[in-house]
């Protein structure tokens, strides 16, 4: 008797301080202070700028847009740009159901250019809620002021769509964790663009290359692996897909890659018809394509003169199939 007296008091108080953690972690995080104070003037190089940014390099209207997964690399529907609803489910591989909001000026009107910039940047909302990091602001975080601001000044020139997709719902303890993962971080350096492979690896990180080209460890990118590649997709069909190594490991990287055969990989994809490849048996590539095929010669020129100086990883991938 006494011993289930002992067991039910050690379960009552760690009941309690789980309660009283959990209470803590969510009125204390995230704590990335406020938003700054910007006015994007939305000027049309701001703009010009912005909208190949979205499209073709950060691609935010990979996911906030309707991806039509019948075709290859599942290029976003037109007309649907930015409205959101695109559903990461648990089947696919997360802790939870995460939906893309509407990021067209029908949803972020009462937002300000600050606030849009912090959510993209450190990963919070409107009200400083956490966002989870399959929004990619550990990687936009690194984006230059001009940059971001060029993205905020184009979003705001979105046609507005009248779109309210459900909001997304994490699993427990992911629900609680998330509170913690939205970070304050110095403002980004200045690039200097006119070193290449300095500007490669800007535009290889605000990609998103190194994320999904290096494979992950409960969530974790694995120490020694960049842009190694295995990191595993499953496709809405229940397919699965590897990222490919892209290290210059002669073998299992590109390292024999010439660097013409790498901007014509991109863009080969940049005709309209390529926006209509149909699938072979039903096998697809997450990677958008498409999207990263209107990046100009000189930005794919660089991010591969950038990848030509990462470490060559000896790694064996199987992109398609098993
Ligand atoms: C890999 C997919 C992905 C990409 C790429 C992406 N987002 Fe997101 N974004 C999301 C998801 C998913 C959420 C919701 C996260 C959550 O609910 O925790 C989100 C949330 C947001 C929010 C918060 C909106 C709200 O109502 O809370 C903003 C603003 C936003 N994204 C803007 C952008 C911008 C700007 C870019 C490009 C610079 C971008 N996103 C790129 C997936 C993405
Ligand atoms: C959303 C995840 C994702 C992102 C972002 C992504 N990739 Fe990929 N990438 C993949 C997957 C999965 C494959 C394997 C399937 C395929 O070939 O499309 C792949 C394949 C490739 C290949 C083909 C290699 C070969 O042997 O044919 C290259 C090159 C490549 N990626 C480079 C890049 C670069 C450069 C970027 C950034 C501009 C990038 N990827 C961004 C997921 C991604």
Same mark, same amino acid.
């Given at each position: 008797m006494k011993r289930v007296i002992a067991v039910a008091i050690v379960v009552g108080v760690l009941a309690i301080v789980g309660v009283l953690g959990g209470y803590y972690v969510k009125t204390h995080f995230p704590n990335v202070g406020p938003p700054p104070d910007i006015r994007v003037a939305g000027t049309p190089e701001q703009i010009a700028r912005g909208r190949y940014l979205a499209h073709h &390099?950060? &691609?935010?209207?990979e996911c906030h847009s309707t991806r039509d997964w019948a075709l290859f690399s599942a290029p976003p529907i037109p007309g649907t740009e930015g409205k959101g609803g695109q559903v990461f489910s648990e089947a696919t591989g997360f802790p939870g159901t995460l939906v893309a909001p509407n990021i067209t000026p029908a949803a972020l009107a009462d937002w300000t250019d600050g606030e849009i910039i912090r959510a993209f940047a450190n990963g919070v909302n409107k009200n400083g809620d956490p966002l989870f990091p399959l929004m990619p602001y550990r990687a936009y975080r690194f984006l230059m002021t001009e940059d971001a601001e060029a993205i905020v000044a184009y979003l705001r020139t979105l046609p507005p769509i009248d779109h309210k997709p459900p909001r997304s719902a994490l699993n427990f303890p992911t629900n609680l964790m998330v509170h913690t993962m939205p970070q304050a971080h110095p403002p980004p350096e200045p690039i200097d663009r006119s070193d290449p492979v300095v500007y490669g690896k800007y535009l290889a990180t605000i990609a998103g290359c190194a994320t999904c080209h290096t494979p992950h460890e409960q969530r974790q990118p694995i120490e020694g692996m960049q842009f190694a590649g295995g990191f595993q997709f499953f496709l809405p069909n229940g397919k699965i897909v590897q990222s490919a190594n892209i290290t210059p490991d002669m073998e299992t990287g590109i390292g024999h890659w010439q660097k013409q055969y790498f901007t014509s990989r991109f863009r080969q994809f940049a005709t309209e018809e390529s926006k209509r490849i149909p699938l072979q048996d039903g096998m697809n590539s997450v990677m958008p394509w498409t999207m990263y095929a209107g990046m100009t010669d000189e930005d794919l020129s660089a991010i591969y003169g950038y990848l030509r100086t990462v470490t060559p990883i000896r790694n064996a991938v199987k992109r398609f199939g098993e």
């Open positions: &390099v950060t &691609v935010c209207l």
